[in-house]
């Protein structure tokens, strides 16, 4: 009897102590007991194993977003968002789309990190777009043509339709500002005390597709106003490598 559970006692920390890189079998965990450092625009994220950039470079009519890596915690995630993210308007829309993609990793950890940057009206509307989109697991395969596993390293850098999707490294998401005169930019929200900003983000090597983001009156973290249009399909492949990282 003692031996068993000697044997077991093993191979929890076996299980413990492993890599706590996101992976079809390690999904993304809510805490990593990272540390967090900003220098300048440049965000870097450490574990007790990995070490994560984040750096974000904004001008009038370009944003650019650049890492090595998807935040791979909700820790993570949050120290990203009230840090260097979340105090960008662009920024915050780039948080949204990593936040798809920790949704197809990890369920419940990327619904926590979605609804933290989105309003809740539009955050409702979403989340079963979101569902729909993904398969169950990130080890999953699917033959829903609905469901898009690609469909984030399609905004990213490099990645085409015609490469299935095979971005540069390191990542980089691209916004441009929404210079069609049918949007009122900084018009005010009195639903939400705001005003709302229109974006483009770049995708399948230049196309554009539209989203919007709400700097709060008070003060405090941006948050995404609309983002449906990023959860659209992009243009079909018949396969795909999964290494994002």
Same mark, same amino acid.
């Given at each position: 009897?003692?031996?068993?559970?000697?044997?077991?006692?093993?191979?929890?920390?076996?299980?413990?102590?492993?890599?706590?890189?996101?992976?079809?079998?390690?999904?993304?965990?809510?805490?990593?007991? %990272?540390?967090?450092?900003?220098? %300048?625009?440049?965000?870097?994220?450490?574990?007790?194993?990995?070490?994560?950039?984040?750096?974000?470079?904004?001008?009038?009519?370009?944003?650019?977003?650049?890492?090595?890596?998807?935040?791979?915690?909700?820790?993570?995630?949050?120290?990203?968002?009230?840090?260097?993210?979340?105090?960008?308007?662009?920024?915050?829309?780039?948080?949204?789309?990593?936040?798809?993609?920790?949704?197809?990793?990890?369920?419940?950890? %990327?619904?926590?990190?979605?609804?933290?940057?989105?309003?809740?009206?539009?955050?409702?509307?979403?989340?079963?777009?979101?569902?729909?989109?993904?398969?169950?697991?990130?080890?999953?395969?699917?033959?829903?043509?609905?469901?898009?596993?690609?469909?984030?390293?399609?905004?990213?850098? %490099?990645?085409?339709?015609?490469?299935?999707?095979?971005?540069?490294?390191?990542?980089?998401?691209?916004?441009?500002?929404?210079?069609?005169?049918?949007?009122?930019?900084?018009?005010?929200?009195?639903?939400?005390?705001?005003?709302?900003?229109?974006?483009?983000?770049?995708?399948?090597?230049?196309?554009?597709?539209?989203?919007?983001?709400?700097?709060?009156?008070?003060?405090?973290?941006?948050?995404?106003?609309?983002?449906?249009?990023?959860?659209?399909?992009?243009?079909?492949?018949?396969?795909?490598?999964?290494?994002?990282?």
């Amino acid at each position: 009897m003692k031996k068993i559970i000697s044997l077991a006692i093993i191979a929890f920390l076996a299980i413990s102590c492993g890599n706590d890189e996101p992976s079809p079998q390690n999904p993304t965990p809510q805490s990593d007991k %990272g540390t967090a450092t900003l220098s %300048g625009n440049t965000l870097t994220y450490k574990t007790s194993s990995s070490t994560h950039t984040f750096t974000l470079s904004e001008n009038a009519t370009t944003t650019t977003v650049t890492f090595s890596h998807f935040p791979a915690s909700q820790d993570e995630f949050a120290a990203l968002q009230s840090k260097l993210l979340g105090k960008s308007k662009p920024g915050t829309l780039a948080l949204c789309l990593m936040s798809f993609e920790m949704y197809r990793r990890d369920r419940s950890v %990327g619904e926590k990190c979605f609804k933290s940057c989105v309003l809740s009206a539009e955050a409702t509307i979403n989340i079963d777009r979101l569902r729909q989109k993904f398969p169950a697991t990130r080890s999953a395969t699917t033959t829903d043509s609905y469901q898009q596993p690609y469909l984030v390293a399609a905004y990213l850098k %490099g990645a085409t339709q015609a490469n299935s999707y095979t971005p540069s490294e390191p990542y980089v998401i691209t916004l441009t500002w929404n210079d069609n005169s049918n949007v009122n930019q900084g018009e005010h929200s009195s639903t939400y005390n705001g005003n709302v900003y229109h974006y483009y983000l770049l995708y399948n090597g230049g196309e554009k597709r539209s989203a919007a983001v709400l700097e709060p009156d008070g003060g405090g973290n941006m948050m995404v106003y609309s983002c449906g249009n990023l959860i659209m399909s992009v243009p079909t492949i018949s396969s795909w490598n999964d290494l994002l990282k």
